[in-house]
């Protein structure tokens, strides 16, 4: 089965659910004909419908929900009632629309067939007029439907038309017998293809990630017990307790985690579908469909996904010859992106249209009695934004099929507010409409440094994270300056502005500046970088996130909160919110990125680079990616362990390397002034220390390396910056080196084998 | 008709809850502190892998806090879902109480105590409060007040 299969498997089971939904509103609506609630819930179920339809092209389930929509809002709005005749012709239109979706199941083509007459009384209906006969018992009506199962499958249009009028002489019992095999075929392939996936209801997913997250944590408990009791059966069934939970983890999240591609694999049709309609010229660009998110969040945002790409196509792109006109590209761009940023997946929908005709919402705000004319002049762009967001404000007079009819902006904002998203949209005059859509990950394990302040522990993402620095101020060098009353700190001759945790989080409380070395950890919140200054830093662990609710919605600094391995609660720290707290972003939200930058982050053509020099004045990089972190050792405390060097570091033996010993044309490293900064890679499990003569800086450079030709030993190759040839340390190689060099003496292996991958 | 009551107190007041709601009572369960939060959130529980709100009822009922008080009662209850726990100074027995001893608020309690207080129930000797702790998660907005300007008051005409 295809993806396409998929798709239209999925559009099946949604579209009875819709009927099955539609079937239970509509008889209840007959006991209660005045609930208005229960009118709007019919009229966006069939709205629904008919949008779903227009991505498949089954201009039949179109055309009659699209009747039946019309009839509707007529009655939603209250200038028509509800009674007998319309209630039977709308249930007659929820048939036929069944009929539909069962042959599409048979055949995945929509039965052909003549809806003229229904769609006729349906508009009738909604016209204000009376129907002069019930059209239900009419046999003209029905002989159409019994004609049309024999033009199924393959016939073209062209075909089924010939076949209609064939079919018209042919005799009953032969259609009869139509029937059979047709409905014998839809047997066949009921028991079959469609082995419909099991649905789980999502609480009981929830319930049962909940209890995964307790296993994990139980698991955590248990496994220091090891350590204690040094009994073998006793570790190995720890270990496979390990193992399982491990194991179950990354299922569950498998389970509930799908890429965006899915969803968005449906709008190349639905676009182009849509830009004929309006005869506009539409070229999509879709950008990161690979980012992945709950299933659930991807149900929640269809709907609006798929109103926002209309509504782009339909008001913000120009016709052709406009766009020409405006000296632009006759074919417009709607470009999709999705990706995650600090726990959040961002997805954008960007076109560059004319943009958002202000004027048009202007005059809208007046007629609509919101404001007189003097107060919506006043109105500033973005302010003008905010009235599109309202029930029923279309700036389209003209009901189309595709927008106008007021199911607009309000919903889609509902939708994604509900799941605890927000919506911005930016649309510069004559340049495009940018949707940002953010959507939380509200179940999601993520990586997140755990620091402690004020004896609690809080989680910092690790998105967010830069580097962590810990500045003794004890030592001459360092100091903590005052810039006009803002505390920063000097990071490689950078000013970096500081903030203190426990000052963010008790506004009360000032920080004594002592001698005392600082922990801090370098963010990157949206726009701004700074130092946040924590009492301990304690390790790297996924955790996984939990929704604050109702009671601590609004409390500024947190986005969440996770469970820690001894059972306590952390709070998620929210780097923006924190950053924006206290003023170091407060105007990072009203800046659209710059959409040349969003792309180019998006395609990641460059690579990130730590640079630093070797002895001789040798600009050496490794690949940002392999560095865990960046400490400075005091060369007095380097030890000999037979004819290697170590350094106790952070409780641990950590193996030198001299980098310069292993590159041909450099000399030995040799600390200054007695220290040496050393790189630590992610290796292994070992813990290494690249000894180099000092470092320099993060660098982005192409990821195409020039390739040294003849290769050099220790360089992978090399890289361009500016006018600077830099060359790019090959760490595997150098690691395989110095085991070849070691290799013969007797001593024990002590690099991981990891490390020879 | 009867209906089975929790008891609690928190300072000198004596209340009641209709014990339906009533999931587990815990005691002396760690609290995290969620710096910045309102008042009367004490901060986060743990139980058993879900986060549950506590809910510092002298902070909530604005009762002088007891000094003496060295050990909290967590009542952990269930509503509509969603789980909260109001940390309180005793517990003590069920009692299964007739509609006939209830009498509503008298009508010179505050506005704001009122919402808190459904009624008491005339015990011999002392007045059990009958806590609404329906109201304690705070209303919602409804999505689409959200989305209005502030200066929009009159409801919207749709064609």
Redesign the interface.
């Known amino acids: 089965m295809d993806s396409s299969d998929d798709i239209l498997l999925e559009f099946i089971l949604e579209a009875r659910e819709i009927l099955d939904r539609l079937d239970i509103d509509f008889v209840a609506l007959e006991k209660d004909i005045s609930n208005e609630k229960l009118i709007a819930n019919i009229f966006r179920a069939i709205h629904t419908l008919k949008g779903s339809s227009g991505f498949f092209a089954f201009k039949r389930l179109e055309k009659i929900s699209h009747a039946g929509e019309s009839l509707l809002g007529k009655i939603r709005?209250g200038q028509l009632r509800l009674d007998e005749i319309k209630t039977n012709k709308l249930l007659e239109a929820l048939d036929v629309l069944r009929e539909l979706i069962e042959g599409i199941e048979a055949t995945k083509l929509e039965p052909p067939g003549d809806d003229a007459q229904l769609i006729k009384d349906l508009l009738i209906l909604a016209s204000g007029g009376e129907l002069v006969i019930s059209t239900a018992s009419n046999p003209e009506t029905l002989l159409p439907k019994v004609e049309s199962i024999t033009g199924h499958n393959d016939a073209t249009e062209m075909s089924q038309g010939l076949m209609a009028h064939s079919a018209q002489t042919l005799e009953l019992t032969n259609a009869s017998q139509q029937i059979k095999e047709n409905s014998s075929n839809i047997e066949h392939v009921r028991s079959g293809e469609i082995s419909a996936p099991v649905k789980v209801n999502l609480e009981v997913l929830d319930k049962l990630m909940?209890?995964v997250?307790?296993m994990v944590?139980a698991r955590n408990r248990l496994l220091p017990f090891t350590n204690q009791y040094l009994d073998l059966n006793f570790s190995s069934a720890v270990r496979n307790i390990d193992l399982l939970t491990l194991e179950l983890q990354e299922r569950m999240m498998k389970i509930r985690m799908q890429p965006i591609a899915q969803l968005w694999s449906k709008f190349p049709r639905l676009i182009r579908d849509v830009s004929h309609e309006c005869g506009k010229n539409v070229h999509l660009i879709q950008e990161g469909g690979d980012t992945e998110l709950d299933k659930s969040l991807i149900d929640a945002i269809r709907d609006p996904l798929v109103h926002l790409i209309r509504n782009s196509i339909d008001h913000s792109i120009e016709l052709p010859q406009a766009r020409i006109a405006a000296g632009k590209n006759e074919a417009a761009t709607l470009a999709l992106r999705a990706k995650h940023e600090k726990g959040m997946v961002v997805i954008e929908i960007a076109d560059d249209g004319a943009g958002i005709n202000y004027d048009l919402i202007r005059n809208r705000v007046v007629d609509?009695?919101?404001?007189d004319e003097a107060a919506a002049i006043r109105l500033t762009d973005s302010?003008l934004i905010?009235?599109l967001?309202?029930?029923?404000?279309s700036t389209k007079s003209v009901i189309t099929n595709l927008s106008g009819r007021?199911v607009g902006m309000?919903v889609v904002?509902?939708n994604i507010?509900?799941i605890g998203g927000s919506i911005e949209i930016f649309s510069p005059r004559g340049q495009g409409t940018t949707v940002r859509l953010k959507i939380p990950l509200t179940l999601a394990i993520i990586p997140a440094l755990i620091v402690g302040c004020e004896n609690?522990s809080y989680a910092i993402p690790q998105v967010s994270i830069l580097e962590l620095v810990k500045l003794d101020l004890s030592l001459e060098e360092n100091s903590i300056e005052d810039f006009y009353g803002v505390k920063v700190f000097r990071l490689r001759e950078k000013l970096v502005p500081l903030l203190f945790l426990s000052e963010r989080?008790?506004a009360d409380k000032k920080e004594p500046l002592g001698d005392a070395a600082l922990n801090i950890a370098i963010l990157q919140a949206n726009d701004v970088r700074f130092g946040l200054v924590v009492d301990k830093i304690f390790n790297i662990q996924d955790v996984v996130v939990?929704p604050?609710?109702?009671?601590?919605?609004g409390?500024?600094?947190?986005s969440g909160?996770t469970?820690l391995g001894n059972?306590?609660?952390?709070?998620i720290l929210d780097i923006d919110g924190i950053a924006a707290g206290a003023d170091l972003a407060a105007k990072s939200q009203e800046i659209p990125v710059h959409p040349a930058y969003e792309a180019s982050e998006m395609q990641s053509e460059e690579v990130a680079m730590l640079l630093f020099d070797l002895a001789g004045g040798h600009r050496m990089a490794i690949p940002l990616d392999l560095v865990e972190r960046i400490a400075s050792i005091d060369e007095s405390e380097i030890q000999k362990n037979g004819n290697r060097e170590v350094v106790h570091y952070s409780n641990e033996i950590m193996h030198l390397i001299r980098v310069g010993e292993y590159i041909d044309g450099t000399q030995t490293t040799r600390g200054v002034a007695g220290t040496l900064p050393v790189i630590i890679p992610r290796v292994g499990s070992g813990l290494i220390g690249l000894a180099v003569q000092c470092i320099h800086d993060i660098v982005f450079v192409s990821k195409h390396l020039h390739i040294a030709n003849p290769p050099q030993k220790g360089i992978a190759g090399c890289a361009l910056l500016d006018d600077l040839i830099i060359n790019v340390i090959d760490l595997d190689e150098i690691l395989v080196m110095r085991n070849m060099r070691d290799g013969p003496k007797p001593y024990p292996e002590v690099i991981d084998v990891n490390v020879w991958h | 008709m009867y209906v089975d009551y929790l008891t609690f107190t928190v300072g000198q007041l004596y209340f009641g809850i209709p014990s339906a709601g009533v999931l587990e009572i815990n005691k002396n369960l760690?609290v995290?502190?969620?710096?910045?939060?309102?008042k009367f959130?004490k901060?986060?529980?743990?139980l058993?892998?879900?986060?549950v709100?506590a809910?510092n009822m002298h902070q909530y009922l604005g009762v002088e806090q007891s000094q003496l008080a060295s050990q909290s009662i967590s009542i952990i209850l269930s509503v509509s879902g969603?789980l909260?726990s109001l940390q309180v100074d005793t517990v003590g027995d069920i009692l299964p109480l007739h509609e006939s001893t209830f009498e509503s608020a008298p009508s010179n309690l505050s506005e704001a105590s009122s919402k808190l207080i459904l009624g008491g129930h005339k015990l011999s000797g002392k007045l059990l409060l009958v806590f609404d702790y329906k109201q304690i998660?705070?209303t919602?907005p409804q999505?689409?007040q959200?989305?209005?300007?502030s200066?929009?008051k009159?409801p919207?005409?749709?064609?």
Do not use: M, W
């Open positions: 709005d909940n209890l997250g307790e944590l609509k009695g919101f404001l302010e905010d009235y967001f309202l029930p029923g404000f007021g309000d904002k509902n507010t509900n609690e989080l008790d939990k604050l609710d109702s009671f601590l919605k409390v500024p600094n947190f909160a469970l059972g306590r609660v952390a709070l | 760690e995290t502190p969620v710096p910045g939060s309102a959130v901060g986060l529980i743990n058993r892998g879900q986060l709100p809910i969603k909260v998660f705070p919602e999505a689409n959200l989305n209005q300007p200066q929009l009159q919207l005409i749709t064609n």
